[in-house]
C-alpha cells in the first residue's frame, strides 16, 4: 500500500511562506501558497511603500528562479511562464527529484501575503480550496486592488466539511487568526491523521474555535502536528503576553470616546470582524466613518459576497463617506463622497480608516479648520508600526495622540505549548518560525525538517520517536 508523504517547500526555519504537499498514490494536496517574509521579493502591497518589487509582468518568473515558491511547474500559469527554462527552476533547488502525481489540488488557510501571494500566478485548472470567509475576502482585496485575481477555480469551504480526494479525505476547520475566514486543516488516508493549524492566536476573539480545534484533534488521535511558532525567540519565557480582543476594544471605546478632535485608524483591511467592531464602537459614540477607497471597497465587496462571521452585525447598517482625494473613476462605490476639506471641518464628528502611503493627508486634515492639536491616532495591528520614522514624523509635527491597540495575529509560546500539549500529537513540527528548536512541545516527540526534503509520514514518526531528529 501507497504511504503518505509530505514536501516541505517554504516556512522551514523562516517566518511565513508555508508551502507544504501532502501526497499519497495519485493525489496530493499543497497547502499555502505564499512567500517567506525574509525572500529577495516580498510582493507588493499598497498599504506599504516597497521600493523595491516584482517587474510587472515577470512576477512570476521572479518568483520561481529566486527560489521564492515550489518548482512544481504544473501549478502555474503558462501563460504567465512562457520561454522559462524548467531545467534552471530546478537548478534553483539543487535538482531536487520531486515527487509525481496526477492531480496537485491547492488549500489556503488565509488571506495573508505570506500564505497566498502566488494565487494570481496559478494555473486556472487547478483547483483551489479556502474557507466562504477567506474567498468573500479575497473578492473584496481583489476589488479594491489589493491582491491581483486568480483565474484558478476557487472552492469555498463550509466550517467542519470534508473534502474527499480518494487516497485522503481533508477536513476544514475554522480558527482565530487576524485575517477572516482563517481556517486549518486534518489530512486523514486511514493510516495515519495530519493536522494543520495554519495561523492561529489564543487571544482573539474566538479562543473557543481554537479550543474547538484542539479537541477535534485530540479525538482523532492525530500523528503529526504542524502547528507556526511565529512568536518564538531564542527565549521563550522572555516573550509578553498581548491583550485580548476583548480589552483591546475597550480601549479603542474609551479613546474614541473621549477624542475632541479627529481619530485615525491605520488597520489591517484583512481583519473584517475588527474593522466591524471598530465601526460599531465608532458610531455608537456618536462618530461618522469615513474610509479611503480601496478599504471601503474591500469592506463593500466582501459583505456583499458574503461574510458569515458577521452576519447580523450592527456595522453591516452603519453609513460609510468616502475621502475624495485620491479616489479613481476605476472605484465605483454606493457610499457618498466627503472632501478632506469638510472633515478637517468638522474633525470631531470623524473617525477615519486610512492607509500608510496616504499619511500626507494629515498636513491638510490637521492644518484646516480648527481643533489642532487634539486629534488621535490608532494603530492596530497594522504593517507599518507607530514606531515608523514617517508616522512618528507626521504625530510629532501636528501633536497628535499616538496609541498602539495591538494584539498580533499569533500565538504566545506558552499557548504553542498548551495547544501540543492538548492535541497530543506522536510528533510535532513547528513551521513559519525562526527559532523552531526553541518550542517547548511538553515532552511531545519533535521532527525538524530540511527545506525541499520529501519524507513519508511513518519516517517522520520514527525519526521522531527515536530522538535522532533534533
Given at each position: 500500500?501507497?504511504?503518505g508523504?509530505?514536501?516541505?517547500f ?7 511562506g ?5 501526497g ?5 494536496l499543497?497547502?499555502d ?13 499598497v ?10 509582468g ?6 520561481l528562479?529566486?527560489g521564492?515558491?515550489a ?5 502555474y ?5 512562457e520561454g522559462l527554462?524548467?531545467?534552471k527552476?530546478r ?7 520531486l515527487p509525481?502525481y496526477?492531480q ?5 488557510g ?7 501571494a502566488l494565487l494570481p500566478?496559478?494555473n ?8 466562504r ?10 476589488a479594491g486592488g489589493?491582491?491581483?485575481?486568480t483565474?484558478a477555480?476557487?472552492?469555498p ?13 481533508v477536513?476544514v476547520?475554522e ?9 486549518g ?7 495515519h ?15 473557543d474555535k481554537?479550543d474547538?480545534?484542539i ?6 488521535s ?8 511565529t512568536r ?5 519565557s522572555?516573550?509578553p503576553?498581548q491583550m ?13 470616546g ?10 489591517s ?6 474593522m466591524?467592531d ?5 458610531a ?9 477607497a480601496?478599504l ?14 458577521l452576519?447580523g ?5 452603519s453609513?460609510?463617506?468616502?475621502i475624495d482625494?485620491?479616489?479613481?473613476s476605476?472605484i465605483?462605490?454606493?457610499y ?8 478637517a471641518?468638522?474633525k ?13 493627508h494629515?498636513?491638510?486634515l490637521?492644518?484646516l479648520?480648527?481643533?489642532q ?7 492596530s495591528?497594522y504593517?507599518?508600526?507607530i514606531?515608523?520614522?514617517a508616522?512618528?514624523?507626521y504625530l510629532n ?8 491597540l495591538?494584539?498580533g ?15 497530543a500529537?506522536?510528533?510535532?513540527i513547528?513551521?513559519h518560525?525562526k527559532h523552531?528548536?526553541s518550542q ?5 516527540k519533535?521532527y525538524?525538517p530540511?527545506k525541499?526534503e520529501?519524507?513519508s509520514?511513518?519516517?517522520?514518526l520514527e525519526?521522531a520517536l527515536?530522538?535522532i531528529?533534533?
Open positions: 500500500m501507497l504511504e508523504q509530505l514536501t516541505f517554504g516556512g522551514v526555519g523562516k517566518s511565513g508555508v508551502q507544504v504537499l501532502y499519497k498514490g495519485k493525489q496530493a499543497l497547502f501558497f505564499g512567500v517567506e517574509h525574509s525572500s529577495l521579493l516580498f510582493p507588493t502591497q498599504t506599504l511603500y516597497d521600493p523595491v518589487n516584482t517587474t510587472p515577470r512576477e512570476l518568473r521572479q518568483f528562479l529566486g521564492m515558491t518548482p512544481l511547474l504544473e501549478l500559469d503558462p501563460k504567465q511562464m527554462d524548467e531545467s527552476v537548478k534553483v533547488w539543487g535538482d531536487l527529484e509525481q496526477e496537485i489540488h491547492l488549500y489556503i488565509h488571506m495573508h501575503t505570506d500564505h497566498m500566478y496559478a486556472p485548472d487547478l483547483p483551489v480550496y479556502m474557507s470567509d477567506s474567498l468573500s475576502l479575497f473578492r473584496g482585496m481583489v489589493h491582491s491581483k485575481d483565474k477555480r476557487i472552492t469551504c463550509e466550517d467542519m466539511s470534508c473534502l474527499d480526494f480518494g487516497e485522503f479525505s477536513q476547520i480558527t482565530d487568526h487576524n485575517a477572516t475566514g482563517a481556517a486543516i486534518i489530512i486523514d488516508d486511514g493510516i491523521r495530519i493536522a494543520y493549524t495554519g495561523d492561529w492566536r489564543g487571544q482573539g476573539k474566538h479562543p481554537m474547538r480545534f479537541a477535534l484533534c485530540r479525538s482523532k492525530i500523528d503529526v502536528l504542524i502547528t507556526e511558532g518564538l525567540t531564542p527565549d521563550p522572555s516573550v503576553y485580548t480582543e476583548e480589552v483591546l476594544l475597550s480601549r479603542f471605546a474609551a479613546i474614541v473621549v477624542a475632541k478632535g479627529l481619530v485615525y485608524v491605520q488597520m483591511p484583512r481583519d473584517l470582524e475588527r466591524a471598530m465601526i460599531s464602537i465608532a455608537e459614540k456618536g462618530k461618522r466613518i469615513v474610509m479611503e480601496s471601503a471597497m474591500i469592506w463593500h465587496t466582501a459583505n456583499r459576497e458574503g461574510v458569515r462571521i452576519e452585525h450592527p456595522a453591516l447598517d453609513p460609510i463617506q468616502i482625494a485620491g479616489l479613481t476605476g465605483k462605490l454606493p457618498e463622497t466627503i472632501s478632506i476639506e469638510e472633515v471641518a468638522r470631531h464628528e470623524h473617525i477615519y480608516f486610512f492607509k500608510f502611503p496616504d499619511l500626507a494629515l498636513i491638510e490637521e492644518t479648520g480648527e481643533l492639536g487634539l486629534s488621535h491616532f490608532i494603530q495591528d504593517s507599518v508600526k514606531e515608523h520614522a508616522v512618528t514624523k509635527t501636528y501633536d497628535i495622540t499616538g496609541h498602539s495591538s494584539n495575529g499569533h500565538a504566545h509560546p506558552e499557548a504553542l505549548a498548551d495547544l501540543i500539549e492538548r492535541i500529537p506522536k510528533a510535532v513547528t513551521l518560525s523552531p528548536l517547548d512541545t511538553r515532552e511531545t519533535v525538524n530540511v525541499g520529501t519524507v509520514v511513518s519516517t517522520i525519526v527515536s530522538k531528529n533534533t
